[in-house]
């Protein structure tokens, strides 16, 4: 069974050695990457300087805190790499609640306390983002301790578990030190993360695209505001901007990059591998606004006689998006197109059917010119999922699917 005291409470807290010597707790000292829960010592000011007090000393932390060890045995403060302090690095500090999917406050943090041993040991039991931890340090000193407590029952409690807490670090000097991963904000749906990167400053998205794994990265980025896409790619060095960029669409790719300074963009094209470089320089090629400028590269292409056993085969290779294979495109030796045939067509046919035998009727395609509009209506009026984009030869360049027409609309609002 713990109790649990406020990082508040215990901050300034008197501090008593074997002695009688006292001083003043300044602030309470975690080592994340040594145990992510647990309090390693508080930082107590004495009269012969800052000393930090190891809390395997601690005998009590009830009306002031009791060490076993005399001030003169306790060492100074280390330097601040390794050391994560709670008054300065959480309290008013924007944290990601990843358990609820959003940016929220830190105005205080709930310590659980247990005695092990003859000692105090203190552990981070989560943060607390709601009207009670700003009034009890608004009125800290202010009311008596008992008043304030009274009034701090009538507030219901709004707390996040430390677990489904994820650090912004921002400081580059000691991310590497103090970087808790972010383990559960890479789980979130693109979407979500999308959300939370939003509402964060300019250093603290850029701090989150660093620690992301570069495919969870790409996804995020294609759900966020051009603009802001723009703002954190050129945040970021050109090599894990381009690390980013290469799991991305292509297409989305290309329209973001289309977004940044010429100089930025041929970077961050010098820095990626040469078959993704090669793709999404062919599509910067194409006019914004029209279909090839919209289209993705990533599809699923092939030549009759090929079987729905050929398809499923590709189909289990193929490493594009999933939005582009809900059709699959039938190409003759020059590339030209000359069918479609719907994913769902492939689960009700036996795996020797030719693939042109379920082709759909009427073949409906664009010319790469042509605009954003005929694009729309083409959508909306065969109800497609994927529109294949054609040349002047009836070559297949790419295709345009449905979450780009979403995506398209929704710029227009």
Known sequence: ????????????????????????????????????????????????????????????????????????????????????????????????????????????????????????????????????GAVRRLLRGLLPRFALRALLRRLPPREIPWEFVDLIETDPARRVKLRIAHERLAKLHPADIADIVEELSPEEREAVFETL?????????????????????????????????????????????????????????????????????????????????????????????????????????????VETVSTIFLVDEQNKLLGAVPLSKLVLATPDTQLMSLAAQPLISCHADANEREVSELFDKYNLLTLPVVDDDGRLNGIVTSDDVISLLRSKL
């Open 1 to 132: 069974m713990h109790e649990t005291v406020a990082l508040t409470d215990l901050l300034g807290s008197p501090v008593f050695d074997p002695s009688g010597a006292s001083g003043r707790v300044r602030e309470v000292a975690m080592r994340p990457q040594e145990d992510p829960l647990r309090v390693a010592g508080l930082l107590v000011k004495t009269r012969r300087g800052d000393r930090l007090l190891p809390l395997s000393v601690v005998t009590s932390i009830q009306d002031g805190v009791r060490a076993a060890t005399l001030i003169g045995d306790w060492e100074p403060p280390p330097g601040p790499e390794g050391l994560l302090l709670l008054e300065r690095d959480l309290l008013d500090q924007q944290i990601i609640d990843v358990h609820g999917r959003k940016v929220v406050r830190v105005n205080d943090v709930d310590l659980h306390q247990e005695s092990v041993n003859n000692h105090v040991v203190l552990k981070v039991g989560g943060v607390d983002v709601g009207a009670r």
């Open 213 to 321: 794994d570069e495919g969870v990265a790409a996804e995020a980025l294609e759900e966020i505001k051009p603009r802001l896409q723009a703002d954190i790619l050129e945040s970021l060095d050109s090599e894990r901007a381009a690390d980013i960029v290469e799991e991305m669409d292509p297409d989305a790719a290309a329209d973001l990059l289309k977004n940044l300074p010429e100089e930025t963009t041929e970077e961050i094209l010098e820095e990626m591998e040469p078959e993704e470089r090669h793709e999404v320089s062919e599509l910067l090629e194409f006019r914004e606004n029209t279909a090839a400028g919209r289209m993705t590269t990533e599809f699923i292409a092939l030549q009759p006689p090929a079987t729905v056993h050929d398809a499923i085969e590709k189909l289990r290779s193929f490493e594009g998006g």
